[in-house]
């Protein structure tokens, strides 16, 4: 499976972005897909995660209200949803596909490819 995440970029607090990730090769509507972060001087760490189907999800506590997770299977495509975006979202965002787990995951170790990053830049 490779990935390929798009749609970060620069924007005020408060505002929106939708993050895409697009996925290409082995079955992606299969398994569970999930969004990490990762801010300077910091472990990656889990923001939202979405089952094979798109019926259940799972989110950060951090980010719960504010992002929403989705998937189109039939573009073999993931998004997140950013709204109310607050400076500490800074980060580089990782789309992550489950090759062997069909439910919500949300550890890092469950997760076994990755998408390149995107960078999103919340300004105070």
């Known amino acids: 499976v490779q990935l390929q995440a798009s749609g970060g970029g620069l924007v005020q607090a408060g505002g929106s972005l939708r993050l895409s990730c697009a996925a290409s090769?082995?079955?992606?509507?299969?398994?569970?897909m999930g969004w990490f972060c990762q801010a300077p001087g910091k472990e990656r760490e889990f923001v939202a995660t979405v089952s094979w189907s798109g019926g259940s999800t799972y989110y950060a506590d951090s980010v719960k209200g504010r992002f929403t997770i989705s998937r189109d299977n039939a573009k073999n495509t993931v998004y997140l949803q950013m709204n109310s975006l607050k400076p500490e979202d800074t980060a580089v965002y990782y789309c992550?596909?489950?090759?062997?787990?069909?439910?919500?995951?949300?550890?890092?170790?469950?997760?076994?490819?990755w998408g390149q990053g995107t960078l999103v830049t919340v300004s105070s």
């Open positions: 992550a596909a489950s090759g062997r787990y069909r439910g919500v995951r949300s550890q890092v170790s469950e997760y076994d490819y």
């Open positions: 090769g082995r079955t992606f509507s299969s398994y569970a």
